[in-house]
T-cell receptor, first 111, second 116 residues
Framework: GQQLNQSPQSMFIQEGEDVSMNCTSS?????WLWYKQDPGEGPVLLIA???AGELTSNGRLTAQFGITRKDSFLNISASIPSDVGIYFC???????????WGLGTSLAVNP | DTAVSQTPKYLVTQMGNDKSIKCEQN?????MYWYKQDSKKFLKIMFS???????INETVPNRFSPKSPDKAHLNLHINSLELGDSAVYFC???????????????FGPGTRLTVL
């Protein structure tokens, strides 16, 4: 099935460091999303992006919708232990509102 | 109040058995989904129902049958379970009708299915 290319696959960082991850596609999408999945839970929406070039923040998180509409980036500043989890990018495809997902970036934060 | 709930949280069963997973949402949403998350954490859409009508039906074995008795419930029944069915199954819901932009999908806590 269709999927997005997300990198890196995993990251292990020290508390206080900044984190960057990205997502690319060979197709154009009009909506890009970033979700976080805590261990043992379902994914939760962090940021939704609707416009090429858009830069949106949610606390220490900042996401950008790539100008080509084929990619998106998520940055986390000054990481803390509760940032641990899996971050997924997703893009909205078609009229039936189907989400295409990346493979996830697993983040571990060393206190 | 739990927005999207699933039961059971864990399900361990033998190959060949038939089992069901239940999902309920109290958000008043008109659309519900079933996802499968494999051991590599890849999330794959299986089914989607809008107002009890099937709108997404991915390539899923016909041993999997969703049933939506009403807008607030979407259950997943699996016949003749196989080892490869072991995964975490997530239910989600969103409000699609009459809105524009992205209609956030709210996920349940997941059901971990282990087939022995």
């Amino acid at each position: 099935g269709q999927q997005l290319n997300q990198s890196p696959q995993s990251m292990f960082i020290q508390e206080g460091e900044d984190v960057s991850m990205n997502c690319t596609s060979s197709s154009i999408f009009n909506t890009w999303l970033w979700y976080k999945q805590d261990p043992g839970e379902g994914p939760v929406l962090l940021i939704a992006l609707y416009k090429a070039g858009e830069l949106t923040s949610n606390g220490r998180l900042t996401a950008q919708f790539g100008i080509t509409r084929k990619d998106s980036f998520l940055n986390i500043s000054a990481s803390i232990p509760s940032d641990v989890g899996i971050y997924f990018c997703a893009a909205l495809a078609g009229n039936n509102r189907k989400l295409i997902w990346g493979l996830g970036t697993s983040l571990a934060v060393n206190p | 109040d739990t927005a999207v709930s699933q039961t059971p949280k864990y399900l361990v069963t033998q190959m060949g058995n038939d089992k069901s997973i239940k999902c309920e949402q109290n958000l008043g949403h008109d659309t519900m989904y079933w996802y499968k998350q494999d051991s590599k954490k890849f999330l794959k859409i299986m089914f989607s129902y809008n107002n009890k009508e099937l709108i997404i039906n991915e390539t899923v074995p016909n041993r999997f049958s969703p049933k939506s008795p009403d807008k607030a419930h979407l259950n997943l029944h699996i016949n003749s379970l196989e080892l490869g069915d072991s995964a975490v199954y997530f239910c989600a819901s969103s409000q699609v009708g009459g809105t524009s932009g992205y209609n956030e999908q709210f996920f349940g806590p997941g059901t971990r299915l282990t087939v022995l």
